[in-house]
């Protein structure tokens, strides 16, 4: 488990997500499954490659805001302890507290220099939209004109409006080179198969259906973070604002220590979830579950339709649109991501 997964699971103790259970795996059309074997080595290559990083950078940062909390914690405590005078009997170790203090402030300047200088930020972006575009490169293929001269090898820029989504650079490129001649060998004549169009609209359904499970896990579990911290923050400045009160009547170190460390702790935790942007991730989940399931009732509309084999027509268009929106949504998840680079708190 990375180190920003510990800290949430820590923070969310006691709260109770209720996520509903994953619907079930729908099997993909026969056609389509060479090339989805085809394409998984690389998917799951990139997808490594993706958790790897995404997780050097968001522990990184949730490191770096609470090490600064521990540094003042360092920084305070000798003091209430009472060591910082001469007749106390631990006076004479109080330096390694200020030794501490400075192995803390330079693992945060470790952690700042190596995510910077190894780019754990761009390399996580990168790759997580390099697996995401492979992995809906089979729901894309059969959208592709073969008929057509190739205006590009990227199957996405052939599909789709090339100023609306991502490009992934030349892996992904490659990636459709390779696999363009087994594409269009298995689709060929797919779209004149009601069986096949039948069971292409059912598995993107299920595409959808996981997408918009997983979106509402995201949603909820965002959602309690953002009120699990907001509750620890209010607890944290209420209790220094009581400790600066009695300071007015009590004079003590440990109350020193309280305003101080409390206010760090709670700048801390809210850096960190401001950092990782909780509240649009949850916010844009919960839009992206209503919008995804709108565009699974559009696919299977045309399934539905009694005493007739399924058209072509509207299923491709309505497929087209669901993977559009998925599309469009981790636009907008790199654009929020990138300017967040790893802070020096």
Known sequence: MAFHQLVQRVLLIGARLRNPPPPAPVTPPERLLPLIEALAPAHLMFD?????????????????????????????????????????????????????????????????????????????????????????????????????????????????????????????????????????????????????????????????EAQTHYHHRVALRQHALLHRVHSVNIGLFGLTALGALLHLAVHTVWLSLITTFFPALGASLHGALAQSESYRLGTTSERLEMELQQAIGEIRAPLEQQGAPPSPGPIKGSITEAIELILEEHQDWHMLVRPHHLPLA
């Open 48 to 208: 490594a490659r993706a958790l790897h990083y995404g997780h050097r950078y968001r522990s990184g940062f949730w490191a770096i805001y609470l090490l600064s909390a521990l540094a003042v914690l360092f920084a305070v405590l000798p003091l209430a302890l009472g060591w910082d005078d001469r007749r106390h009997l631990q006076h004479p170790v109080i330096g390694l507290w200020a030794i501490g203090e400075v192995l803390i402030i330079g693992t945060v300047s470790t952690i700042y220099w190596l995510g910077h200088r190894r780019d754990w930020q761009g390399q996580w972006l990168r790759a997580r939209t390099t697996a995401e575009l492979i992995w809906y490169l089979p729901l894309v293929a059969p959208l592709l004109d073969f008929t057509r001269p190739a205006t590009s090898t990227n199957w996405y820029m052939r599909v789709f409006d090339p100023g609306n989504h991502l490009r992934s650079g030349d892996d992904l490129e490659t990636i459709c080179a390779k696999n363009e001649h087994l594409a269009r060998t298995l689709l060929d004549g797919a779209w004149s198969d009601p069986a096949f169009i039948s069971d292409y609209a059912r598995w993107t359904v299920g595409v959808l």
